[in-house]
């Protein structure tokens, strides 16, 4: 069974080079938390005292405005970093996307970067070869498959990174935003592919300032601020803790049946 586990888990950055406040804002806007100082080295305070237990059939959505740790703490789960201060325990095999251009070159042609993206999430050659033929009928990108990725548009690298990252079986699926920059009706289409992706996946964590996307996709939420978890719990209860208002209660019956919930009783505020 797959697992996360993080016990008073902090991480913390030195900036060796910092010669002015300007450059200590910089990386802080980057990675969140608080500008501290250790001597005369700033130390910027990423994330502060995290205590995590996620299992096997959780989707958690990770919310909190730019800078309040979100990216940090999923590299933290993913074992990218390691914490300054505290532990971390990971059973599984984690796929993180964190950035859809991620392994993928410019110069070579988009078939040959299936293969390469594939590869970078943990995928096998004969694994990718296998889905090469499906991913391309997914990004509908025809012929451009043959041509370098630097000839694409925002929105046709979006498409193959999305048509790559939604074939892999993930054991622990981590995922931050970036999956905006395509036109609505393939969006549409890519998020069936989504759904079946975190069905696949025994563990979600999934970083978006999308409600409907949390609504979708998550059943619980961690609210980051300032390197700190501020809030872990029901889905609904964090959103309208972080927002000051129930989201839910501000869509439609349509909407909410189509991401899969009950529609809002008028005067119960229950859903």
């Not at 950055?13 to 001597?39: N, Q, T």
């Not at 110069?107 to 694994?127: A, H, Q, T, V, W």
């Not at 892999?168 to 393939?186: K, Q, R, S, T, W």
């Amino acid at each position: 069974m797959v697992s996360i586990d993080v016990w008073n888990a902090s991480v913390d950055f030195p900036i060796f080079d910092a010669k002015s406040r300007s450059l200590k804002k910089l990386a802080l806007g980057k990675v969140g938390g608080k500008i501290g100082s250790e001597g005369k080295v700033p130390i910027i305070e990423a994330l502060h005292d995290i205590t995590l237990s996620l299992k096997d059939g959780e989707r958690v959505g990770l919310i909190g405005h730019n800078g309040a740790g979100k990216s940090t703490l999923l590299r933290l789960l993913a074992g990218i970093y390691e914490p300054t201060r505290g532990q971390s325990r990971i059973v599984g095999k984690v796929a993180p996307v964190f950035d859809l251009g991620v392994g993928m070159d410019p110069e070579i042609s988009g078939y040959e970067n299936i293969m390469i993206r594939g590869l970078f999430l943990g995928m096998s050659r004969k694994e990718m070869e296998k889905r090469v033929d499906d991913i391309a009928e997914f990004t509908e990108l025809g012929d451009y498959l043959q041509m370098p990725l630097r000839t694409y548009s925002t929105g046709m690298r979006v498409r193959l990174a999305l048509g790559v990252v939604t074939s892999i079986n993930p054991e622990i699926l981590l995922l931050d935003e970036g999956i905006g920059a395509v036109d609505a009706a393939f969006l549409a289409k890519a998020r069936d592919r989504l759904k079946d992706l975190v069905a696949r996946s025994g563990l979600l964590v999934f970083a978006n300032h999308s409600d409907e996307f949390l609504m979708e996709f998550c059943n619980t939420a961690i609210w980051m601020d300032e390197g700190h978890v501020k809030m872990h719990g029901d889905l609904r209860e964090v959103l309208t803790a972080y927002k000051g208002y129930d989201p839910f209660e501000r869509m439609s019956a349509d909407q909410l049946a189509r991401l899969g919930h009950t529609p809002v009783l008028s005067g119960n505020g229950g859903e």
